[in-house]
């Protein structure tokens, strides 16, 4: 796991997934502000209190709350853009490093976005609930699990598909659920961190390339 985490952070460090990177992140920060102004833009059309200054402090109120919750939803709608490119950084990854293995197959363009779109809603809901936690001072312990399953499950799948069908993708995963898990951890960790976590759609998908990989030929 240390050896492939080094290796999918030396990849993401490469031009190629910076520029991947810069898309997800552009993409996800326009849509935000697109939300956020639309929603200023609606409440002003709109005119829910009977006095001009009440319109204002709802606006400013709104258009304030908005810009926090969009802080929290960058992470998960830049996994969901960053979804439209797994398959281009899992076709780099195993030229770079695997050459002389069979290529894998694309996945279809409407499967592939339907699996960003999955995990970027699975993360989420996730996060949502285990949000009120925070307030028992288990939230970080219980958020850190629920990212690593679900990093693990998700990005593990995505590679192995690749290179076989999704019954026995699943399958391998199960096989190897505790090994799985545990790689999960290290993605998660990253998941935790602002900014940082922008890179963990990327960075997963090579680090899960390479666990599969070394699984394969275990």
């Excluded at 709109?46 to 802080?71: C, H, Q």
């Excluded at 949502?128 to 679900?150: C, E, Q, R, S, T």
């Excluded at 026995?168 to 995963?173: I, Y």
Aim: aromatic content about 10%; hydrophobic content about 60%.
């Amino acid at each position: 796991m240390i050896k492939a985490a080094f290796t999918a952070l030396a990849d993401l460090l490469s031009p190629d997934f910076r520029s991947v990177l810069f898309k997800a992140v552009g993409l996800a920060v326009l849509l935000l502000i697109a939300v956020v102004a639309g929603t200023v833009m609606l409440l002003d059309a709109l005119k829910l209190a009977p006095w001009g200054w009440g319109n204002a402090v709802i606006e400013v109120a709104a258009g304030l709350g908005l810009t926090v919750l969009a802080f929290f939803m960058i992470a998960p709608v830049t996994a969901l853009f960053a979804g439209l490119y797994l398959d281009h950084i899992a076709r780099l990854v195993e030229r770079k490093h695997y050459p002389g293995d069979m290529p894998g197959r694309d996945l279809p363009v409407l499967r592939a976005a339907l699996l960003g779109l999955q995990f970027g809603l699975l993360v989420l809901i996730v996060n949502l609930a285990v949000l009120p936690m925070l307030l028992f001072g288990i939230g970080a312990i219980a958020l850190l699990v629920a990212n690593a399953y679900l990093l693990s499950r998700e990005y593990f799948e995505m590679a192995a598909m690749r290179h076989m069908p999704v019954a026995e993708a699943k399958q391998l995963r199960r096989e190897n659920s505790t090994q799985v898990f545990a790689a999960g951890f290290i993605p998660a960790v990253l998941a935790l961190v602002p900014l940082v976590n922008l890179t963990v759609p990327l960075f997963s998908t090579s680090y899960f390339v390479h666990i599969f990989k070394g699984l394969k030929r275990s």
